[in-house]
């Protein structure tokens, strides 16, 4: 409490805090003592006869008898400071028997006190004076980690009598200590006779082990008591049920395909499954594993323990496992055995022989859930605790009986699915004693045993068989019908939100009771066609396990499969076998000789073969319609559930879906009853399952939580409904849907305190510590506790319990339930027990010893921490944790005893309609919300009571935004409802379940006004979540002035009560708009409501007073205008007409644009309104009324806008903000007008009633625009999708548009296949572009691309026609060939000349592969007609008028020439010069530059502004940028290079005055990044001009005959980028102009300073080459394929010598040799001379020439070359010299033959016809020169 008000400080505020009082009993002479210690007690933890005690600052003290101290006095009445915890922070302290434990700030256990039994978790002490660290440490399973140890951090312990727990900061549990409450596999449980006996022989557990059967559950608290365990576990999210065992890993269940069936089995067996520790033989009946996770070789263990037959091997386990196998068909199927004998010394003895003789009427009437016991089965959803009226479901702790028959039989047991304890213990035992009538004789006589029968004498067992007789009676008089006023609280909170709870069977849970014991045997086994190998038993249990394993669930988990079980069993009981008389002589013995006259029909004379079936099955239904004495079949149910208990909590039943599988086929064997049920519909179960607001351990505590027990089970304390101990936790299932928010253990008894302060209590009651008269209890049931009275803690000692409640007032009462203590006046040192408590009884003391925040308890003794009231602060807090618990339990009451009723009727949906059922279904849900934020508001602030009473740790201040959240949406959810007359339509309904009375509505609203109509209670009653919102206005004002008013906890407050006031008065404006709404509706004329109601539609003002009018309205025209918080609604008629408004129209609000007219330009008051479509002007009567619309209608779009169209204040309120709506808005919006976008729907933004910027239009008929908008027309970057009208594919076009129509560049991809890629103009293309045709896009298609007019194919263009197998490069015309032109063809053809009319016409020159050639003219494709030359290869040629089609046979008229052997070959060559015909590089592919120049902002070349061109640049830029960034697909195209060259592109380089060098590689550098991206308009154009390149040049056009276009195309490429470049950068000098290098201030004035020269070649070469280099230099290979070849004949001889022999060949100096290769020339004698030895070093340079692409590389390379001979040659000659041409030529020539370059002749001219011709005549141009000679003399050598 920082800075909270005290007068006398921070030690006067010590005082007041943590008061520790202590006392014993519950008389009125019983004065609490007073712990006197110097600073508060935070924690009080109670031993059996000492205390440990945790005060502020974290010291802990001791008090009471502590044997273990090694002082002289072992007994301190005064606390004693435990000095071993010094230097320690502790945060939690904790007491058992007579030990004790703490835990440390850093996670840390220190224990001391007796260590007998391990308890300590020291081994070798027995007992621990002092506190001693004990180490938790984990061992990882990981192999790899094997070794490693992890120092485990704990949160909170929990001592018992032999036993310790500790729940770790990852919400595991540990335990060391002794017995089966540690919860570990192999501790075993006591044989001892008595639970309070001495230790049992057990080995203790001294090093801390982890609970691994509560690994991986999200434990919140754990407890202990004298010798089992408790913990409190959150709910784990539900997931479907396991397919693999969890030890193994192997499937659970295998599916086997047959033919026409499919095979589910669920045999699994784990063969890991085997526990050390067992005794000798143990294990061979019981080697079984179910069909789930958990296995329970535990619980088989437990069952055989104390029982010889369990414990041995040989003939009696062979026996027991036979017996096992017989009646349980697979491993996930329980066990439906009759209850059999139990031999051995720890059989309990049997009940008096007076039993027998107890009426028949009796017997029959208690046995009811005894009975049900034996059968096994029990439904999850009925597994709940019901009130004091369902006790007769208790099992009854009696002996089981033992058959005279069968004297040598083993005890038999029953098995139920994963974690069932065995069902053939007491319950079973008492049932079958009951139902045969045994006397004495017959047991196993009176031993000393008997003296711990629960019922010593025969008036005890007739006074409780009589009290579950009237029971039963009573049940059964309650359940035939029911009121729900008398539903008791308990029954109410059971089922709150479950699904509709599945009715039992008749068939055989309403026999009886005689009956019940025979017919479980012949269920499973029926004789004949039902037996163990009988066809019908075996299916309908098959299928039954494999219906419910295909839905997920195991039959053994759920009530209905196994009822269904029954019931098929029954009605397919077979006519006569022996094995069913064998099994029932078994399991019932004498029983068929007093059962009814029905039954013998049935049952036993049906088994005899002596009764038909029909009649068998006729008297039975007959006994089963009769037997109304045995109670509803519910309660045997319940009794059957309790009977069983399952470790896997939450299993949903899936029996519903197993009834619906199999009612196809054996419809006719099912109950029809059993059918109804599940056929009835459940469209009410959607909201039936809680709604979690916030279950996250760093915002709420959760209230979905289990409790898990474990340990000795004899006085019922574990609370499954049995006396069984066990070492393995099991889930109490009757707690799993009460949200437990805290457990307490007393020595042999449990309490848990619910969410909605319910205490249940369980175990030994033998002084009424369970506050109620059931004696003991084996499952939780309610304190009896006087209405009004809500438990919020509990402390559980020896023999009471000690509970805190709240009561009439906020400050805290106790009350105390158990043993009386009664003090003598000479009795220091022990007290003697008096009397005890019928019921909880208040303890008078409680209001004077201050505010209590916790209590605990202890042996005998009490104890309570209070605080005292300092400045108002602790009863404010008290008050507001008080409230909030009241509040959840009404919230409780409604939503259990109103809506979940309501949602359960039948007819609800009929009456109400659908419409308004779904919004009642969300209503509910949103109100189910607010109570679970409610419940867990509540318990964490009674968490903050209990523990750190401090506003910090306030949910109210910390989560505001999650009331805030939440009670919106519940009010937006109630005022739909409202506005909808939800609540006049809910009046019948709930008359119809309630009566018309409706007692409970009244009842729970607090209402006595019998006037009120029900709606409106109704109203009210949901009307009360946001009425308690006040109260946290209230009381977090309240807290604030308890603080000083600067401090921060005085501002937080202040805060907080600030929101929720804000909250308040939101849901009041929204109530009061609902109301306002509600009446608008009920007086709305005409038939426009049923249009116009929308549930979240709200009215803001409306025009009936004529305060609105339409301009230029007609003179009889009535205009009313209503203004909603969604839509503005005009609604129009005639004045004559009984029906006024005959038509109206909706403009949604978020469409709506609102603007005031100048009242000075035209006179009038008037707002003009814009909306998609139309505008208009609406008059208003004054100024004041202008206004007043004008700030309503900006409001209601501002917040239509904002997305709070519901939270819209009316008119009238006058409140709100006056905020004008934005004019760019994102809006949604159908046209309704003829036109373009008649009925096409708008989605994006909008600026002043037009689509502006982004959006989605979608048409009726299937098209599809996304894009961006301009002044209502696309406009921009877009998508267009066009339905085809005969395919069922669409034309998607992607790319520019121009006020409404395709412009620009895309793609438009063809619903036939084709696909284009280019400019668009007005819808058509235009420009440049590419068309890819063919068969549904095949992967070779026709290929066109080139210059598009008006969607036609003009100017040049080439065409690749894969059919036809030709490329044609030329002019187009109106999509024809006109022009000059070239076809290629795939057979080498080459034709350069005239087209018209798409056909060669004119002059032509055409060549064939082997240069056969023609040129002349032509009049059709390939046919030449008129006067030609026809040149042969070898010279021959012939002049003369030719026709026919070439390669056909042609016919000449003409004269043929032979060539002179004497002319040279120049003139006998009469080859046509080509290139004349075509069409010249600058014309080509103009559209590509002339689009470039466009997106520049030219007209034509260099015609513009050179910064208007950097702005579109940038625009460019940005543009293409938003786009990638828009789309994952473009994104993903670029790659990481040109990410980071647009990062540099931002910058553009700048200069001023003369281009120097320094500002030239500027320049240079800038042009490689933008021709990188395709982003930039630069890389864009050299994108397409690579594409059209490769387009050219590639496939069919790789002819070489071509190669001088393509170098002349790419000379042509330069000029005009180096055109544009100069345009960019006006100062760069023209070509063959110097540029001086940048001069140094030191450089002297008669040196020359360094110059460059400017050249495209040097600039653009190698940005364009590296791209069009395969296809140029392909064609280069293919030109010079002969000189290669030739030149490459002479380089592979040559290789062949030595480097001797080839220097010597080739002339080269000797001095220039290698001195190795000199030597070797010496010595004659070497056999062999090395090769590739010389000059190695050049030659390997040289060989780099190939792996470069611009000339000026590869002359670079050359020059590198020469310079490496130069260094050998220096090396070798130690002196400088001069080369000379006659030495230097062959030295290279030698290189050049080494370096094997294979195109060599392809490379050199590369070189001569793109190198840069300024180098020409230098130094490169002479080293070219000589590479050049080198490849013309290798193919000229000769070698003799």
Known sequence: MEKQKSSSGEEQRSVDRGLLHTWKGYSCSVTPQKVLLSRPVLQAALGYKHGVLLVEGGQVYSFGELPWKQTAGTTSPDPILEAGLSGQKVVGVAAGGFHSGAVTEDGGVHMWGDNAHGQCGLSGLATVPNPTPVAVVDHPSDPASLGLQTQVKILELACGEQHTLALSARHEVWSWGTGPQLGLPGTGTSTTSSTHAATPPLTPTWRPQKVEHLAGRHVLQVACGAFHSLALVRCPISHPPPDKCGQCHQLLYTMTDKEDHVIISDNHRCPLLVETGKPAGEGEGEGECGADDNHHTTDDRRRSEGSPAGGKGGLLGQQQHQRQQEVKSSPSMPLLSSSTTQHGHSSPPRPPSSLSTHSTSNASSCVDAAAAATAGVGSPAQDEVTSSGSETTDAVPLPPPQDSEHPEQPQQVQESSSGSRPEGGATAGAAAVLLQGQGPGTGSGSGPGAKNSPYPDEQAVKDYLKKLSDHSIADQATAKSPPLAQRSQVDAIADVFTPDEPQPLSSTSSLPSSSTSSIPSSMLMPAGAGGPGGPVGAALNSLVASCASVVGERVASTCEALSLRKVMSYYYQPTSSSSAASVASDSSANSTSSAPPGLVAAGGAGTQGDTAPDEALLNLEESIQKSCSLGDVRRQEEGEAQ???????????????????????????????????????????????????????????????????????????????????????????????????????????????????????????????????????????????????????????????????????????????????KEGAGQTSQESSGGYTQQPVLLPFCMNIGYVSSVCAGGQVCAALADKNVMGFIASLHELAAAERKCYCKLTSIKTQVLQPLLNADNLSTTLGPASTALLQTLIGRFNGVCQLTGQSAASLTALVRHLKDCKGMILLEHTHLFTDTYTEYSSALGDYLVMGGFQALAKPCQDVFGKGCEVVFKLVDSTDDTVPLPDLLLSLLHQPIKHLQEYTRMLLKLATCYEVDSADYQRLQEGCSRFESLVLHLKRKRKEADYTLHFWRSFPGKMTDSLRKPSRRLVCESSNKALTLQNAGRFSVNWFILFNDALVHAQGMAPYKNLFSTHHVFPLSSLWVDPISEEATGLNGLKLTTPEESFTLLTSSPMEKSKWLRSINQAVEQALSGGGAETSSLTSGVGPKADPPISRTASYTFYKEGRMKEATYEGRWLAGKPHGRGVVKWPDGRVYTGTFKNGLEDGFGEYILPSKNANKSDHYQGNWKEGKMHGFGTYRYATGEVYEGCFQDNMRHGHGMLRSGKLNSSSPSVFIGQWHADRKCGYGVLDDITRGEKYMGQWQDDLRHGNGVIVTQFGLYYEGGFSNNKMMGSGVLLSEDDTSFEGEFSEDWTLSGKGTLNMPNGDYIEGSFSGVWGSGLKISGSFYKPNLFDSDKDKKHTPRLGRLVVGAEDKWLGVFEEYWAKLGCHAADQGETSKAWDNIAVALSTNRQLHRDSPELRRSLSRSQHKALEGLEIIPQHTGPVTMEIYDNIRRYLIKACDTALHPLGRLLESLVGVYRMTYVGVGANRRLLPQAVSEIKSYLKRLFGIVRFLFPDLPDEGCVIPETADETTEAHLEVPRRVVSSSALLLPVLLPRLYPPLFTLYALDKEKEDDAYWECVSRLNKQSDQALLVFLGVNQKFWPASTANQGENQEVASSPKDGCFAAAVETLQQISTTFTPADKLQVIQQTFEEITQEVLALLKESFLWSMDDLFPVFLYVVLRARIRNLGSEVSLIEDLMDPCVMHGEHGIMFTTLKACYYQIQQERIT
Not at 661 to 679: D, E, H, N, V
Not at 726 to 755: D, W, Y
Request: hydrophobic content about 35%; proline content about 4%; aromatic content about 6%.
């Open 643 to 821: 009977s069983r208990r399952l470790s896997l909590p939450g299993l949903l039943s899936q029996g519903r879906y197993a009834v619906q599988l199999l009612a196809t086929s054996y419809g006719g064997m099912l109950s029809p009853r059993l059918l109804r049920r599940y056929s009835r519909s459940r469209v009410k179960a959607a909201l039936l399952d809680a709604v979690l607001v916030a279950d996250d351990d760093n915002l709420l505590p959760s209230l979905q939580t289990e409790v898990w027990s474990w340990g000795r089970g004899q006085e019922g304390q574990l609370g499954h409904g049995d006396l069984q101990s066990g070492s393995q936790p099991m889930c109490i299932k009757c707690l799993s849907n009460k949200e437990v928010l805290r457990i307490a253990a007393g020595a042999h008894h449990s309490v848990a305190i619910t969410a909605q302060s319910q205490c249940y209590s369980w175990g030994s009651n033998s002084s009424g510590q369970l506050g109620h008269m059931e004696t003991p209890s084996t499952i939780p049931r309610l304190a009896k506790l006087s209405e009004g009275i809500r438990v919020w803690d509990v402390g559980a000692g020896q023999q009471h319990t000690l509970l805190l409640a709240d009561g009439d007032c906020f400050q805290p009462i106790l009350y105390y339930s158990g043993q009386q203590v």
